[in-house]
């Protein structure tokens, strides 16, 4: 497995098969005397931000604060990755994770207001 | 045990240099085994040219010289094996020799 | 070829050829008539190549690949690069829908008189109703089927009778026979016209909704060259009426009200609302298409929900998006902004911004990763590589210039 071809910046999906996000960051665990263990796949607006620098990573965690998002980054442990062909599959529910906190923020503030949303 | 963590994504494009000082390359890739039940990093690759992490002139230039034409092969990168890099510092890799 | 097949190919030929003229061409290709007759014919030409090539990659990176234009690039290049040329989109997107929403509510202010500025949000809310409750396939087969009355611009160069020597010479590339600046800045506005980054975005995401596979790309190269083709033939039409029409009196359009008039002397009574009608179908479809194509792009680069096919509550941020760029282009237009200015400026802003996205998606199409055998020839490479890179530099050049001019 090549971890930047394979997993980083790939489309993540969870066990419905929705649309979790995109990998956003990989974080691997340091172990003295052993190779570094691929430990979790990371997603979320303060972990992209952060690719571009420390500032809009502060950014990212001051906007999530302010719309009382619990957290602007979110981890999954890589030993629920089932499939990496395509689309990086999980074996996480997208849908209620708090990766969909947006998504969902918006379905039930904004979108459900208006008509013919359904 | 305190753990020690790290950023794959803000390790990409970094300068590895040996042991030295001498500049090897930028960190391009890692390359990942399942053992054990676990997935653990056996090898770095760490090419001439940053990877797109870090949009870089020369690799664009360079990858748009083979696109004219050429058939499509990114330059040739070198192997590290996770024991011989450095990682202590991640925004300053060396080479352990 | 299957009865099926044959309907499918037929309709992806109307809609290309539906979606081609909009605003920015039918500006930029009557200011070109109307200042420097047929002697920018050649940019159109050239644009038009470099776009069918274009499209034909679009269309093959989706049925290959299995993802669409955004996905792919922030999957191969990585975040910290996609950001550059998605936010560069989606600045200009704002303007070019602004434009259309204009040539739209020009539309309406031709017909009743009411002023731009107030048309601007009833018409963003139609668009955005349009938007919200269709499906991609009935937006698309309705505004391509409506937007076949450009065939009135071809009809009517026909019927005036343009020298076919001079013609032919405009397809030649030539110099600027005076005033330079403009001469360029009206040949790179074509240019960001014609080749429109929301095209790519809005064509590969749509062959990702159909399934397209390996199968599909035949039926693409023909819709490419047959559809683009086709619509290169309408904005020569608008060129070549625009030509016979404004150039021998000296007339330059500065306004889309002068332009009204343009189809009149070829059809009689029929060209004025045929002109109208084209402006507004032409610049609505156009509106749809920016703003859908805006929510692919953000959509696909941050992993959202992503489906004009899917009601509004399986994807929320893709469909606040196009309501945030469909009110957003509507809010600028109430300012009063002159519509036609907005077009050619923002058509030009276009051509600069090109290389940004059309270089990853030059590596994409040629990566066996994601095309598999499927790579592009060298002689599209060139093509698009140069028209791309040169349109840019002379966008760079030309557009401060024109500024400076006072157009």
């Given at each position: 497995?090549?971890?930047?071809?394979?997993?980083?910046?790939?489309?993540?999906?969870?066990?419905?098969?929705?649309?979790?996000?995109?990998?956003?960051?990989?974080?691997?665990?340091?172990?003295?005397?052993?190779?570094?263990?691929?430990?979790?796949?990371?997603?979320?607006?303060?972990?992209?931000?952060?690719?571009?620098?420390?500032?809009?990573?502060?950014?990212?965690?001051?906007?999530?604060?302010?719309?009382?998002?619990?957290?602007?980054?979110?981890?999954?442990?890589?030993?629920?990755?089932?499939?990496?062909?395509?689309?990086?599959?999980?074996?996480?529910?997208?849908?209620?994770?708090?990766?969909?906190?947006?998504?969902?923020?918006?379905?039930?503030?904004?979108?459900?207001?208006?008509?013919?949303?359904? | 045990?305190?753990?020690?963590?790290?950023?794959?994504?803000?390790?990409?494009?970094?300068?590895?240099?040996?042991?030295?000082?001498?500049?090897?390359?930028?960190?391009?890739?890692?390359?990942?085994?399942?053992?054990?039940?676990?997935?653990?990093?056996?090898?770095?690759?760490?090419?001439?040219?940053?990877?797109?992490?870090?949009?870089?002139?020369?690799?664009?230039?360079?990858?748009?010289?083979?696109?004219?034409?050429?058939?499509?092969?990114?330059?040739?990168?070198?192997?590290?094996?996770?024991?011989?890099?450095?990682?202590?510092?991640?925004?300053?890799?060396?080479?352990?020799? | 070829?299957?009865?099926?097949?044959?309907?499918?190919?037929?309709?992806?030929?109307?809609?290309?050829?539906?979606?081609?003229?909009e605003v920015g061409s039918m500006a930029t290709?009557a200011?070109?008539?109307?200042?420097?007759?047929?002697?920018?014919?050649?940019?159109?030409?050239?644009?038009?190549?470099?776009?069918?090539?274009?499209?034909?990659?679009?269309?093959?990176?989706?049925?290959?690949?299995?993802?669409?234009?955004?996905?792919?690039?922030?999957?191969?290049?990585?975040?910290?690069?996609?950001?550059?040329?998605?936010?560069?989109?989606?600045?200009v997107n704002l303007l070019v829908i602004a434009a259309e929403i204009g040539g739209v509510c020009l539309a309406l202010k031709i017909i009743t008189?009411v002023p731009v500025a107030v048309w601007a949000i009833p018409v963003g809310l139609v668009l955005?109703?349009?938007?919200?409750?269709?499906?991609?396939?009935?937006?698309?087969?309705?505004?391509?089927?409506?937007?076949?009355?450009?065939?009135?611009?071809?009809?009517?160069?026909?019927?005036?009778?343009?020298?076919?020597?001079?013609?032919?010479?405009?397809?030649?590339?030539?110099?600027?026979?005076?005033?330079?600046?403009?001469?360029?800045?009206?040949?790179?506005?074509?240019?960001?016209s014609?080749?429109?980054?929301?095209?790519?975005?809005?064509?590969?995401?749509?062959?990702?909704?159909?399934?397209?596979?390996?199968?599909?790309?035949?039926?693409?190269?023909?819709?490419?060259?047959?559809?683009?083709?086709?619509?290169?033939?309408?904005?020569?039409?608008?060129?070549?009426?625009?030509?016979?029409?404004?150039?021998?009196?000296?007339?330059?359009v500065d306004s889309y009200e002068?332009l009204a008039?343009?189809?009149?002397?070829?059809?009689?009574?029929?060209?004025?609302?045929?002109?109208v009608?084209s402006l507004a179908v032409c610049c609505f479809g156009a509106a749809v298409?920016i703003a859908?194509?805006?929510?692919?792009?953000?959509?696909?680069?941050?992993?959202?929900?992503?489906?004009?096919?899917?009601?509004?509550?399986?994807?929320?941020?893709?469909?606040?998006?196009?309501?945030?760029v469909i009110f957003g282009g509507a809010l600028i237009m109430t300012t009063g902004l002159d519509p036609l200015k907005l077009t050619m400026f923002s058509m030009?802003l276009?051509?600069?911004?090109?290389?940004?996205?059309?270089?990853?998606?030059?590596?994409?199409?040629?990566?066996?990763?994601?095309?598999?055998?499927?790579?592009?020839?060298?002689?599209?490479?060139?093509?698009?590589?140069?028209?791309?890179?040169?349109?840019?530099?002379?966008?760079?050049?030309?557009?401060?210039?024109?500024?400076?001019?006072?157009?």
């Amino acid at each position: 497995m090549e971890l930047v071809r394979d997993i980083l910046d790939k489309q993540l999906r969870g066990r419905d098969d929705e649309k979790l996000g995109k990998v956003d960051g990989i974080v691997l665990e340091l172990r003295d005397g052993k190779p570094p263990r691929v430990a979790f796949l990371e997603l979320g607006s303060a972990t992209f931000a952060r690719r571009i620098g420390r500032r809009f990573e502060r950014w990212a965690v001051a906007l999530n604060r302010r719309f009382h998002m619990r957290r602007a980054r979110y981890r999954i442990d890589f030993g629920r990755v089932r499939d990496y062909d395509l689309d990086v599959k999980v074996d996480v529910d997208a849908k209620p994770s708090p990766a969909w906190a947006w998504e969902r923020w918006m379905r039930d503030h904004i979108i459900k207001r208006l008509p013919f949303a359904k | 045990m305190k753990r020690r963590y790290l950023h794959l994504e803000l390790l990409l494009g970094r300068e590895i240099v040996d042991a030295n000082g001498k500049r090897v390359g930028r960190i391009e890739e890692a390359i990942a085994q399942k053992r054990d039940g676990e997935w653990v990093v056996t090898e770095f690759l760490c090419g001439r040219f940053g990877a797109m992490e870090r949009f870089s002139i020369h690799h664009l230039g360079s990858a748009i010289v083979h696109l004219l034409g050429a058939t499509g092969t990114s330059p040739k990168a070198q192997r590290i094996k996770w024991d011989d890099l450095d990682l202590s510092d991640p925004e300053h890799p060396r080479l352990k020799r | 070829m299957k009865r099926k097949d044959l309907l499918n190919l037929t309709l992806g030929i109307i809609t290309s050829i539906g979606g081609f003229l909009e605003v920015g061409s039918m500006a930029t290709s009557a200011a070109a008539g109307a200042d420097f007759g047929y002697k920018l014919l050649w940019v159109i030409v050239f644009s038009t190549l470099c776009l069918i090539f274009l499209i034909e990659m679009s269309g093959r990176l989706a049925a290959v690949s299995k993802r669409a234009l955004a996905d792919a690039v922030r999957e191969r290049f990585g975040f910290v690069f996609t950001v550059i040329p998605r936010l560069l989109e989606v600045l200009v997107n704002l303007l070019v829908i602004a434009a259309e929403i204009g040539g739209v509510c020009l539309a309406l202010k031709i017909i009743t008189g009411v002023p731009v500025a107030v048309w601007a949000i009833p018409v963003g809310l139609v668009l955005w109703i349009v938007v919200w409750v269709g499906t991609l396939e009935w937006i698309e087969n309705t505004t391509a089927i409506l937007g076949l009355m450009t065939i009135a611009f071809v009809i009517a160069a026909w019927k005036l009778h343009p020298d076919p020597h001079e013609v032919l010479r405009g397809l030649i590339p030539s110099r600027s026979p005076h005033d330079a600046a403009r001469f360029w800045f009206i040949a790179v506005s074509i240019a960001g016209s014609t080749i429109s980054p929301y095209m790519f975005h809005f064509y590969s995401s749509g062959a990702i909704e159909e399934e397209w596979d390996e199968k599909s790309l035949t039926s693409n190269r023909m819709t490419a060259i047959l559809g683009m083709g086709f619509g290169c033939l309408m904005s020569i039409g608008v060129l070549i009426v625009s030509a016979v029409v404004f150039a021998p009196k000296g007339i330059h359009v500065d306004s889309y009200e002068q332009l009204a008039v343009v189809l009149s002397p070829a059809l009689g009574r029929w060209g004025f609302p045929l002109f109208v009608g084209s402006l507004a179908v032409c610049c609505f479809g156009a509106a749809v298409e920016i703003a859908l194509a805006t929510s692919y792009l953000l959509g696909q680069t941050f992993g959202w929900n992503w489906s004009e096919n899917s009601e509004p509550t399986k994807g929320a941020r893709f469909a606040l998006t196009y309501t945030a760029v469909i009110f957003g282009g509507a809010l600028i237009m109430t300012t009063g902004l002159d519509p036609l200015k907005l077009t050619m400026f923002s058509m030009a802003l276009t051509a600069v911004i090109l290389p940004t996205v059309i270089m990853p998606f030059l590596l994409l199409v040629n990566d066996e990763h994601y095309v598999g055998e499927h790579r592009s020839g060298w002689i599209g490479n060139t093509v698009v590589f140069i028209v791309v890179l040169v349109a840019s530099i002379i966008a760079i050049v030309a557009i401060p210039l024109e500024l400076a001019g006072g157009s």
